[in-house]
């Protein structure tokens, strides 16, 4: 290893699958590798993972704080909803920063980038006080609501953003969030975050037989690729299938969690259980033929009942790229995504029948179709893994140059 490159610390409590491309917490250690950075992850360990390796030359370092089978298996927000999970991430929280602690003894790096605010950006936080160590803190959307709804957590947090080098947010809707709770603008840069772009198939062959296993070949296919979630909406999208003027559809949701067998429910009551397909997951192969035999694409979220939202749903731009026209809630960051009418269709939240509209327009029109397409892909460019890629580089060394 050299030693004379500078060392990097991230700190994240999200990192299941770092083989995957798919995340993008992987994706920003790349970047710093390929920008000549040393990057150590610290990250608590998750079930069938090693404790320590290193994939790509990042160092990935797991923590324990409980037995295996008892690890948090749910995001941050889920885990709070119970009194076992408070106590879960309490260890959880401890353990990183002590785990961090000992790293920083042994190592002192030369910036800690922490993805969240919480707990990874107190953390880091706390390694300044500690070390005099510069800090980045990421913003992935997820922060938004949280601090919102917990105004002795948004002081604190807001006053460790203002004492960062700088904050990273992912889109213009998290930004303007957290400018409103009072985070210097100074502070924020805008990097978007990177799109699982698919690998897509020219075997026109195996396209047919793949589309023919999901539906007959008259229909139509809608493709919505989700979390089963509230804040997805995907009921929405269910039973605004029931009040399509076009009938030969069938609608493909991928994706899973905890609604299934609720949105299963709805379906059945409405009569359409025979136009769904619950995919479930797909691996990026499945992913990339489904983009490729859909004709439309559909993200009906929603502000949801704790106040949370999309801020920046990676799907859209991966949807654009895959050549499909799309429909979007004018929710959080999907208005600054999809501009109506030019590269794509946005309705209103929670209405079936403004939904069911939109996909009748472009089931029914080739030209509004070829237009959003075609519009779409300047978003597609501007958000391009390169981009975000060299960004990711310029500010982090920005920041370890500055005296």
Same mark, same amino acid.
């Given at each position: 290893?050299?030693?004379?490159?500078?060392?990097?610390?991230?700190?994240?409590?999200?990192?299941?699958?770092?083989?995957?491309?798919?995340?993008?917490?992987?994706?920003?250690?790349?970047?710093?590798?390929?920008?000549?950075?040393?990057?150590?992850?610290?990250?608590?360990?998750?079930?069938?993972?090693?404790?320590?390796?290193?994939?790509?030359?990042?160092?990935?370092?797991?923590?324990?704080?409980?037995?295996?089978?008892?690890?948090?298996?749910?995001?941050?927000?889920?885990?709070?909803?119970?009194?076992?999970?408070?106590?879960?991430?309490?260890?959880?929280?401890?353990?990183?920063?002590?785990?961090?602690?000992?790293?920083?003894?042994?190592?002192?790096?030369?910036?800690?980038?922490?993805?969240?605010?919480?707990?990874?950006?107190?953390?880091?936080?706390?390694?300044?006080?500690?070390?005099? !160590?510069?800090?980045?803190?990421?913003?992935?959307?997820?922060?938004?609501?949280?601090?919102?709804?917990?105004?002795?957590?948004?002081?604190?947090?807001?006053?460790?953003?203002?004492?960062?080098?700088?904050? !990273?947010?992912?889109?213009?809707?998290?930004?303007?969030?957290?400018?409103?709770?009072?985070?210097?603008?100074?502070?924020?840069?805008?990097?978007?975050?990177?799109?699982?772009?698919?690998?897509? /198939?020219?075997?026109?062959?195996?396209?047919?037989?793949?589309?023919?296993?999901?539906?007959?070949?008259?229909?139509?296919?809608?493709?919505?690729?989700?979390?089963?979630?509230?804040?997805?909406?995907?009921?929405?999208?269910?039973?605004?299938?029931?009040?399509?003027?076009?009938?030969?559809?069938?609608?493909?949701?991928?994706?899973?969690?905890?609604?299934?067998?609720?949105?299963?429910?709805? /379906?059945?009551?409405?009569?359409? /259980?025979?136009?769904?397909?619950?995919?479930?997951?797909?691996?990026?192969?499945?992913?990339?033929?489904?983009?490729?035999?859909?004709?439309?694409?559909?993200?009906?979220?929603?502000?949801?009942?704790?106040?949370?939202?999309?801020?920046?749903?990676?799907?859209?731009?991966?949807?654009?790229?895959?050549?499909?026209?799309?429909?979007?809630?004018?929710?959080?960051?999907?208005?600054?995504? !999809?501009?109506?009418?030019?590269?794509?269709?946005?309705?209103?939240?929670?209405?079936?029948?403004?939904?069911?509209?939109?996909?009748?327009?472009?089931?029914?029109?080739?030209?509004?179709?070829?237009?959003?397409?075609?519009?779409?892909?300047?978003?597609?460019?501007?958000?391009?893994?390169?981009?975000?890629?060299?960004?990711?580089?310029?500010?982090?060394?920005?920041?370890?140059?500055?005296?």
């Amino acid at each position: 290893m050299n030693n004379k490159k500078k060392l990097v610390y991230t700190l994240t409590t999200s990192y299941i699958s770092p083989k995957s491309k798919e995340h993008f917490v992987f994706f920003e250690d790349e970047a710093l590798i390929d920008g000549g950075f040393r990057v150590k992850t610290i990250t608590p360990h998750q079930k069938g993972l090693k404790l320590k390796e290193e994939i790509n030359s990042i160092e990935i370092h797991r923590f324990r704080y409980l037995p295996e089978n008892y690890e948090i298996s749910t995001s941050l927000p889920d885990a709070l909803k119970s009194f076992a999970g408070k106590f879960k991430l309490i260890l959880l929280t401890t353990n990183f920063l002590s785990t961090t602690f000992f790293h920083c003894i042994k190592e002192k790096p030369d910036l800690v980038l922490a993805h969240w605010a919480v707990p990874s950006g107190i953390i880091a936080y706390f390694m300044m006080k500690f070390f005099k !160590i510069k800090f980045i803190v990421s913003i992935h959307g997820g922060d938004v609501a949280p601090l919102k709804n917990s105004s002795l957590l948004r002081k604190f947090v807001v006053n460790i953003l203002n004492k960062s080098s700088k904050v !990273i947010v992912n889109g213009e809707f998290t930004q303007n969030e957290f400018i409103k709770m009072g985070v210097s603008e100074n502070k924020l840069n805008i990097i978007y975050g990177p799109p699982n772009y698919v690998s897509h /198939s020219s075997d026109l062959t195996s396209l047919s037989k793949y589309r023919n296993k999901l539906t007959n070949s008259e229909n139509k296919i809608i493709l919505s690729v989700t979390r089963l979630t509230e804040v997805k909406g995907t009921e929405y999208l269910i039973k605004a299938l029931s009040k399509l003027k076009t009938k030969n559809i069938h609608c493909v949701i991928v994706g899973s969690g905890d609604l299934l067998s609720e949105l299963k429910e709805i /379906s059945k009551s409405l009569k359409i /259980s025979d136009k769904i397909t619950f995919f479930g997951r797909a691996n990026n192969q499945e992913l990339g033929w489904l983009y490729d035999v859909s004709d439309v694409f559909v993200l009906p979220s929603i502000i949801d009942s704790t106040g949370a939202t999309d801020a920046m749903p990676l799907v859209i731009p991966e949807a654009m790229e895959s050549k499909l026209p799309v429909i979007g809630s004018d929710v959080g960051g999907i208005p600054f995504m !999809i501009k109506n009418n030019e590269n794509g269709i946005l309705v209103e939240s929670k209405n079936p029948t403004a939904l069911a509209n939109a996909i009748d327009r472009i089931l029914s029109n080739d030209e509004l179709n070829k237009k959003l397409v075609q519009n779409s892909q300047e978003l597609v460019k501007i958000r391009s893994l390169s981009t975000t890629h060299d960004k990711y580089i310029e500010v982090v060394q920005n920041v370890i140059d500055k005296i």
